[in-house]
């Protein structure tokens, strides 16, 4: 299992500023995710942020948009850039701990509103 | 496209009856398919699963069924509890990078005391 500590919990941010949540693992893991659910919706995969590369990014995802750091095994960080109203959301940061990846283990999340 | 679909949104029973939650997918193959419960402010946490080799498996209280002929899976709660709230994700898990992150769109269930 992996315990995994999100902050902050929830934030209230103005349009056109910018976020960063960050996300602490207490073991070393390869891969960490980072999702978004908007309100009503399911969870929707943005990127893959593996140690020492660039992350990866799903379809309708973009660096300059949603910035990701990994400097190491247990932490990484997700900013929300130039944010606007339709970017309020659940934010939640994963980690698999085993090699099949069958067991997502998630962050409590980051409720983000944009006014 | 590999996906999976709850297509009911919500769910309500009474405490101490049957609560089902649906999920269909496409595109089968070797896959292993997992059930997270969501309550509000924290993540979701890992429930039940069950291998495409399997018709159902069994854990207390949580009961998932695999029709592979249908592409559908429900889980069964009995007998469901008011804690037993929260939101239901269905997830698939393949030998593909892509299919091993989709999850469903969730089914938030209500248990009624």
């Known amino acids: 299992s992996a315990v995994i500590s999100q902050k902050p919990s929830r934030d209230i941010c103005q349009r056109g500023t910018s976020l960063t949540i960050q996300c602490q693992v207490d073991?070393?893991?390869?891969?960490m995710f980072w999702y978004r659910q908007q309100p009503g919706q399911s969870l929707t995969l943005i990127a893959t942020a593996n140690q020492g590369s660039e992350a990866t990014y799903e379809s309708g995802f973009v660096i300059d948009k949603f910035p990701i750091s990994r400097p190491n095994l247990t932490f990484s960080t997700l900013t929300v850039s130039n944010m606007s109203p339709e970017d309020s959301s659940i934010y939640l940061c994963?980690?698999?701990?085993?090699?099949?990846?069958?067991?997502?283990?998630f962050g409590s999340g980051t409720q983000l509103s944009v006014l | 496209d590999q996906q999976v679909k709850q297509n009911s949104p919500s769910l309500s029973v009474q405490e101490g009856r049957i609560s089902i939650l649906n999920c269909d997918y496409t595109n089968s193959m070797f896959d292993y398919f997992l059930w997270y419960k969501k309550y509000p402010a924290e993540g979701p946490t890992f429930l039940i699963s069950?291998?495409?080799?399997?018709d159902k498996n069994e854990d207390g209280r949580f009961t998932v069924f695999l029709n592979k002929s249908a592409k559908h899976l429900s889980l069964h709660i009995v007998p469901s509890q008011p804690g037993d709230s929260a939101v239901y994700f269905c997830?698939?898990?393949?030998?593909?990078?892509?299919?091993?992150?989709?999850f469903g769109q969730g089914t938030t269930l209500q248990v009624k005391p």
């Open positions: 994963s980690v698999e701990v085993d090699a099949w990846g069958e067991k997502l283990f």
């Open positions: 069950i291998s495409s080799i399997k």
């Open positions: 997830r698939r898990h393949g030998s593909s990078n892509t299919g091993k992150l989709i």
């Open positions: 073991s070393q893991v390869t891969m």
